[in-house]
């Protein structure tokens, strides 16, 4: 199977910087997402990670380790409007296939 | 327009019932998708489109039946549902090639409860 693995859930503070991990299978990987959902919404997407690295937007940035299988989201100055679960995602070969983690359900306390 | 719209947003029917979710999308993507959420849990991917052609069913049972009707609109339709079926259906549409990025676009869904 294509296990993708994040915790469950996590909590932090506003102003707080915070990571949320990703590991998966790496046979077959053609590249990872990462999106954010809010409770009976839509995903939205974040940030995409192809190559080995750093990606930043803003508060979020999102890392890439092609040989370790492990991706990770970085969340700066937490609002509480962060507050949602975040999914991470991961294309294989053939480029139409998204296959989803198990998503971690960040709650940001004042 | 950067917008996957779809209808309804809520759906009730019975084990009986014959309905369909509607998907539409203007941005000239040529990749359309189904997708099935249970509350907390990740999307689950049912059917993809492509260039309005079916190329990846995983496995879905027969009472869910998809349609793409031309490159901007996608249906599903349901006959004979389970209660177990009730869930968010998400629609999601990218460019149909590869490249990079090339990130899906959802719409807010479809919530389907099969009484």
């Known amino acids: 199977g294509q296990n993708i693995d994040q915790p469950t859930e996590m909590t932090a503070t506003e102003g707080a910087i915070v990571q949320i991990n990703c590991t998966y299978q790496?046979?077959?990987?053609?590249?990872l997402f990462w999106y954010q959902q809010h409770a009976g919404e839509a995903p939205t997407f974040l940030s995409y990670n192809v190559l080995d690295g750093l990606e930043e937007k803003g508060r979020f940035s999102s890392f890439l380790s092609r040989s370790k299988g492990y991706s990770y989201l970085l969340l700066k100055e937490l609002q509480m409007k962060d507050s949602a679960s975040y999914l991470c995602?991961?294309?294989?070969?053939?480029?139409?296939?998204?296959?989803f983690g198990t998503g971690t359900r960040l709650l940001v306390s004042p | 327009d950067t917008e996957v719209t779809q209808t309804p947003k809520h759906l009730v029917m019975g084990m009986t019932n014959k309905k369909s979710l509607k998907c539409e999308q203007h941005?000239?993507?040529?990749?359309m998708y189904w997708y099935k959420q249970k509350a907390k849990k990740p999307p689950e991917l049912m059917f993809v489109y492509s260039y309005e052609k079916l190329s990846i069913n995983e496995s879905v049972p027969s009472r869910f039946s998809p349609e793409c009707p031309n490159s901007s609109l996608l249906n599903l339709h349901l006959h004979a549902l389970q209660p177990e079926d009730s869930a968010l259906y998400l629609c999601?549409?990218?460019?149909?090639?590869?490249?990079?990025?090339?990130?899906?676009?959802f719409g807010p869904g479809t919530r389907l409860t099969v009484l």
């Open positions: 941005m000239g993507h040529r990749a």
């Open positions: 999601a549409s990218n460019q149909a090639s590869g490249g990079i990025g090339n990130e899906q676009f």
């Open positions: 790496t046979s077959g990987f053609n590249g």
């Open positions: 995602a991961v294309r294989y070969t053939g480029f139409q296939k998204l296959v």
